[in-house]
Every structure is written in C-alpha cells, then in structure tokens.
C-alpha cells in the first residue's frame, strides 16, 4: 500500500508514520507534506496514492481547501486534534476521522476498514467505485439524500399522553436535576430518555451544538451571542432559560463560531 501524509507538526508525522510502520512495514510513505500549497503541486504531479492521511489544521489554511484546487479521488484517514470538523470531513472522501494523539489501534481499524473497501471491488477499477461510494456516504453523512442518517422526532410522553416533536421544532435539550428535558420552541418541556452524550451521536451536527455540560441547542433557538470575559461566550436562547447565563467555555468558542459559519 502507498499513501501520503499530510502534517504540518513535525512530531506527529513522525509518530504516524511509526505507527504505520509497527502495523504493517509492507506500507510505503511516498511523501509527507505540511501545507496547502506542496500538497495540491504534489498530487498534480504524481500519480494517485491509495490513501491519504490528511491533517485538517494546516500551516497555511484548513486541509479542506486542497479539495477546492485539485480533484482527489483517493480515500482520506483525517488525522486531528479538533473534533468539530467530523460533519465537514464527511463531505469529502473521508473513510475515517482519528483524533490526535492518533491511537495504534484506532489507526490499525482505520487502515483495516480500507482494505476492507478494497477488497469488495475488482481490482481493475477499485479507485473509482471507492470514490462512488464516498460520494454516496457522504451524501448520507449531510443528510441530503438520506433521510434517516439522524433522528429527526422524538415520542414524548406527558402525564398519560404520548405526542411526537419534530426536529425542527425543538429549541434546545437540557440536562437538569438528574434528567434530559425536550423544550420546544413554544416552550413545552418533555423529560426525555436520553442523556446529552446519546443525543450528541444521534442528532443532526449541522442543526444542533453542545454548547457547554448542560446544553445541546438548535441554532433556530440561538437569539443572541455576547462577549463574557476570559474569551468566553454568553448566548441568549428563545425560549429564554429564566435565572441562569448560558455560558460557553473560551476552549469551545472557536469551535462554536467554527460550527455557525458552516
């Protein structure tokens, strides 16, 4: 297997390509690139590697823009220390997302799922039916051509009543007195069997947010964003959550801002 890496921090690359080299010394590196731009000159010039390890923060911009300039057909691992950019990397040809420090074991399962890839094709033509069905993933993975690639109702139960909110109605979750309560945009509050980490996985990342232990909120209920101090954020909900400041850490602010401008 040939591949290409593309890292800017020097201690990482090495480290992956250790890694690499434990699992399977057969694997041959035939680059390692640290920007946008060798990256896009390099596969202009080359032939086609059969993987990609890719890392997202690069030295002059975001990986992503190397897919804006040349067509890559090949599948990529991301190797990254940030995880808001999974929803993103999925529009891509992404097979897997590892974050950093890359674990031996994860990058064995990752490499794994490749061959796996591989081996379901002829090999004639594998390249391009890989590529067809990242294509077909990704679409899968944002929601526009499948529509049960997240939960988008939730059976609520009041008193002896069952009703069923749609996504779209829903204003924010929140974590409060040992249970999840639903509150809607009308402000209806519906204690719900799930817990914020179960609904992190199960909804929409391009809708909703965890903005902090307590809150996942959907960007339809965001009124309002303030500046607080030490680089912290103060965001306004409707419906408004009475007697408490609704506060975002200044470590999950950029990916909050990050995740708006998506």
Same mark, same amino acid.
């Given at each position: 297997?040939? &591949?290409?890496?593309? @890292? ?5 690359? !090495?480290?992956? =390509? ?31 590697? @059969? ?24 599948? &990529? ?8 950019? %999974?929803?993103?990397?999925?529009? &891509? ?35 391009? =039916? ?33 009703? %069923? ?35 992190? !996985? ?38 408004? &959550? ?8 200044? @470590? ?11």
């Amino acid at each position: 297997m040939k &591949v290409l890496i593309i @890292e800017d921090e020097a201690p990482a690359s !090495r480290r992956l =390509q250790k890694l690499i080299t434990e699992i399977d010394p057969q694997i041959e590196v035939l680059e390692v690139l640290d920007s946008i731009e060798a990256s896009v000159q390099w596969l202009g010039q080359h032939a086609t590697p @059969e993987v990609i390890f890719m890392d997202i923060q690069l030295a002059d911009g975001v990986s992503f823009d190397i897919f804006e300039q040349v067509q890559i057909q090949t599948p &990529v691992i991301f190797t990254t220390a940030y995880d808001n950019y %999974s929803l993103k990397a999925f529009k &891509v040809n992404s097979i897997d997302y590892l974050l950093k420090p890359i674990n031996k074991t994860a990058l064995t399962q990752s490499i794994e799922k490749y061959r796996q890839l591989k081996n379901q094709f002829s090999t004639s033509n594998y390249q391009q =039916q890989i590529g067809n069905l990242l294509e077909t993933l990704s679409l899968g993975a944002t929601g526009q051509n499948n529509t049960n690639a997240y939960k988008n109702r939730f059976l609520v139960k009041l008193g002896d009543r069952l009703e %069923s909110v749609a996504e779209s109605d829903i204003g924010y979750f929140q974590a409060k007195d040992k249970m999840v309560l639903l509150i809607t945009q009308q402000n209806k509050k519906y204690p719900i069997d799930y817990s914020l980490d179960d609904l992190e !996985r199960l909804l929409h990342l391009a809708h909703f947010f965890r903005i902090n232990r307590q809150f996942i909120v959907r960007i339809d209920a965001i009124q309002s964003i303030h500046t607080y101090f030490n680089g912290k954020l103060k965001v306004i909900l409707t419906p408004e &959550v009475q007697n408490q400041d609704i506060v975002i850490s200044r @470590e999950k602010s950029t990916q909050f801002k990050q995740w708006l401008d998506l």
